[in-house]
């Protein structure tokens, strides 16, 4: 799955982008630029997915697509797909469907939450219901412990019972899963007298590496908080573990301040000066704002007209290189009118990747 995952950046990203811009993708980094390339690029299900990604291992995994021929350099810190690697992304897409099922963009601040407390709770009410109080705890997260102990006060007077039904729940969704890849979340859980897996010995043990091993936690984890929270009537028990606190949107500090500035109607300018930052940083914030919620009303930064001035001069040029696309307008079209337009545009259905 990795390898995939990794194959597909490189393809959507080809040789625009350095690999560096993929690595902090998968780390979600919480940059401007590692926004706008993961909706640019049709990468935003990707975005946080590794977070324990290192660089040393990012470079490793590079080598080894080298070595089998996969891709090929276009410079100091470029690649693309060789023809050999897009035959064998081909090949993979009807073999891995959970790629499909991860949500990066959405869902990376909110994953590791859910899983920690539905692990921890697994543990302990299993231990509970079997009178057994003293065991060690899967995770020392002070604010999931914390959590656990306020959620067993509400469940304890019927903690059988919801047990049962939550059981049933995760039953339920992991029929949904590849045999092997329910197996694998499975093993991860620790229960009365049963230890789950680390990551290491769940990669030693389907004989895969240690990315792939949490790729398929991670997938799971995102399919399970999709389909709870579509569907919250049908699995009541799963969806009280979604840490609905911090649903928000995915801006950075900086940017969601500046939002809270736009929204009193203060201009660019005066958002400028009242925060001491450049014009530039602020029309940074704005394309990332559009990037996030794309239904933000841009009339003050482009006319109608405008817009479709660059949308018809990038469909007719088919790049993402900003400077190509200026280079074919007017002058009074700006870099900063172009960006909200490529932000607004692969927001849209008809630039989506997942609809090719």
């Known amino acids: 799955m990795y390898q995939t995952i990794l194959l597909t950046c490189i393809d959507r990203i080809d040789d625009e982008k350095s690999f560096s811009s993929i690595f902090h993708l998968l780390k979600g980094k919480r940059s401007a630029q590692t926004i706008q390339d993961a909706k640019t690029y049709g990468l935003s299900p990707f975005f946080g997915i590794l977070k324990s990604l290192t660089k040393n ?13 996969y891709i090929e350099w276009k410079g100091e810190e470029a690649v693309s797909l060789t023809s050999r690697g897009k035959s064998y992304l081909r090949g993979r897409k009807n073999q891995e469907p959970e790629v499909a099922w991860f949500d990066g963009f959405h869902l990376h601040h909110i994953a590791p939450h859910f899983r920690l407390r539905l692990l921890l709770w697994i543990q302990t009410a299993s231990n509970l219901l079997k009178n057994h109080s003293h065991f060690i705890p899967v995770n020392d997260h002070r604010e999931v412990a914390n959590w656990i102990k306020t959620f067993y006060q509400k469940k304890k007077k019927h903690l059988d019972t919801h047990f049962t039904s939550l059981y049933e729940e995760l039953h339920q969704l992991l029929k949904l899963h590849q045999p092997f890849h329910a197996d694998i979340f499975v093993a991860t859980l620790t229960g009365f007298r049963k230890i789950g897996l680390s990551k290491q010995q ?34 009541p028990n799963l969806s009280e573990f979604i840490p609905h606190e911090i649903m928000q949107l995915p801006l950075t500090a900086s940017a969601g301040k500046t939002l809270q500035w736009l929204k009193q109607g203060y201009t660019i300018e005066q958002i400028s000066r009242r925060r001491n930052l450049k014009v530039n940083t602020i029309q940074d914030h704005i394309v990332e704002i559009i990037h ?34 200026k280079e074919q307008l007017p002058e009074s079209i ?23």
């Open 334 to 356: 700006s870099y900063f009118m172009i960006r909200i337009v490529m932000a607004k545009l692969y927001q849209s259905r008809e630039y989506a990747y997942a609809q090719k």
């Open 57 to 69: 291992q990012f470079l490793k995994s590079l080598q080894k697509l080298h070595q089998d021929e």
């Open 292 to 325: 996030v919620d794309p239904s933000y009303p841009v009339d003050s930064f482009v006319s109608p007209e405008e817009e479709q001035i660059i949308r018809n001069k990038i469909s007719e040029l088919n790049t993402k290189r900003l400077k190509l696309i």
């Open 202 to 235: 769940i990669a030693e043990k389907w004989n895969f590496t240690i990315e792939d091993a949490e790729l398929y936690l991670q997938s799971s984890i995102h399919f399970i908080l999709n389909k709870v929270h579509q569907n919250q009537t049908e699995f």
